[in-house]
């Protein structure tokens, strides 16, 4: 098989949770463990920090990523989900892992995996943890998946845990309140490694203490300590934070939402110093400024198109679209035009109660099969204010909102990560750069 035969084959043999949504997930470490024992424990030969939380915890990995690389380390990076190619979602110094590894892991690998029936995360992550290995990377920043307690990635013993915030999504497999999703977020902690919390609510605070305290695990609230004094967008796009630490340090991932993550990463460098690693200033700053050509990270406020400005974020949940309708706010723009598009098992409704009732909206949908009709999304939108037009397919509505724009207004895409990846899968075709 050949890359693409064989990326055919681990989605139909392990399907995507973003194809398939809850069929695809398995619950509890079991598959993980018997993967992890198969290959050697490969996660025991490198250093780890491990991203917990329900939005952000993508920007907090690629930056940390960024800065180590900075720092002189080869540092692992594995997150989820990819947007254009599987191969983003593990990378060793911002280089997607080589295609040949991945047809030589299933080739090599498919006859001791195929009877444990794994999740396409469970063989995602063993394929991550191996890979690192074989790198020999030093440090590797791993994403959680979904959750935490359960999630396959949760076998690892990081230098530092970090868990950026709470909000509301997959409630079908974490709970319905709050205080149940951060329970199981807060299972990343253990015993005697430094914790660092983003965010926290009255709600889920008393959960992260709780839980601390069980496993004796130093934690660290960030928003306690205000080591971010205050921000400006400078004219570029870019933040310029005033830190503590770090006078005039340039952001260059520019949405609003970036202030929290930054906050957080401010109180989590310190605890990787106090564990030996050498972070020097220079190396903050450059990882700050330059975190999407070190790491390769798309799809976080980023600009694709100047006159209209064309803008698209990977935002889905009601707590990340909270932060982008607020950004959209702050636009200045002759009409706004929203191309958008949401996956079934979201809130709906809650998303679509924030969004601008003075904009042009465009519904569509994602290539993916939890996507919503785009019929039935716009019908939806309707009852709530939200008037537009229905398009097939992505590049068709985003082709439509460019036809209908004039150089002075704003085109944002968005809604689930899905629509960002269908826009970015097709820039050439729509003239972005």
């Not at 254009?84 to 006859?111: H, L, S, T």
């Not at 934070?241 to 202030?259: A, F, I, S």
């Amino acid at each position: 098989m050949n890359y693409q035969e064989t990326l055919m084959y681990l989605y139909s043999v392990a399907p995507l949770f973003q194809q398939i949504g809850s069929k695809a997930y398995k619950e509890g470490l079991e598959n993980t463990r018997t993967l992890d024992a198969h290959f050697g424990h490969p996660h025991q030969s490198f250093r780890t920090i491990h991203v917990a939380g329900t939005n952000g915890k993508g920007s907090c990995s690629h930056t940390l990523a960024a800065i180590l690389q900075e720092a002189g380390y080869k540092v692992g990076l594995y997150t989820s989900p990819h947007l254009v190619d599987f191969r983003e979602r593990i990378r060793v110094n911002g280089v997607p892992m080589p295609e040949e590894y991945v047809v030589n892991f299933v080739k090599e690998q498919q006859a001791f995996f195929e009877p444990l029936f794994p999740s396409f995360f469970e063989l995602t992550t063993a394929m991550a943890f191996l890979y690192f290995a074989d790198a020999k990377v030093d440090v590797a920043v791993i994403e959680v998946g979904l959750g935490g307690r359960l999630d396959c990635t949760n076998i690892i013993t990081p230098d530092v845990s970090i868990i950026t915030n709470i909000s509301f999504d997959h409630t079908q497999f974490l709970g319905d309140t709050l205080a149940k999703i951060a329970a199981e977020k807060a299972g990343i902690m253990k015993s005697a490694i430094p914790v660092v919390i983003g965010e926290t609510t009255e709600e889920t605070r008393p959960v992260f203490e709780a839980r601390a305290k069980e496993v004796d695990a130093p934690i660290v609230f960030a928003e306690d300590e205000h080591r971010l004094a205050g921000a400006e967008m400078s004219a570029k796009g870019f933040w310029n934070y005033q830190t503590t630490d770090y006078p005039d340090l340039e952001g260059e991932l520019g949405g609003l939402c970036q202030l929290k993550n930054t906050n957080t990463l401010l109180s989590v460098l310190p605890l990787l110093k106090a564990a030996g690693y050498r972070i020097t200033e220079e190396s903050v700053r450059k990882g700050f400024a330059q975190v999407c050509e070190l790491t390769g990270l798309m799809g976080r406020w980023q600009k694709l198109q100047e006159r209209p400005t064309l803008i698209c974020d990977t935002g889905h949940n009601v707590g990340g679209m909270t932060y982008i309708c607020e950004q959209l706010k702050r636009q200045t723009y002759h009409t706004l035009h929203i191309v958008m598009g949401m996956v079934n098992d979201k809130d709906i409704r809650g998303v679509l109660a924030l969004l601008p009732r003075e904009a042009t909206y465009y519904f569509t949908k994602a290539n993916v099969k939890r996507a919503l009709p785009e019929q039935e999304l716009s019908e939806l939108a309707g009852t709530m204010g939200l008037k537009g037009s229905c398009y097939p397919d992505v590049p068709t509505a985003v082709k439509a909102a460019q036809e209908k724009s004039l150089p002075e207004d704003f085109i944002f895409v968005g809604g689930s990560s899905f629509i960002v990846a269908d826009l970015l899968a097709n820039r050439d075709t729509l003239d972005l750069y």
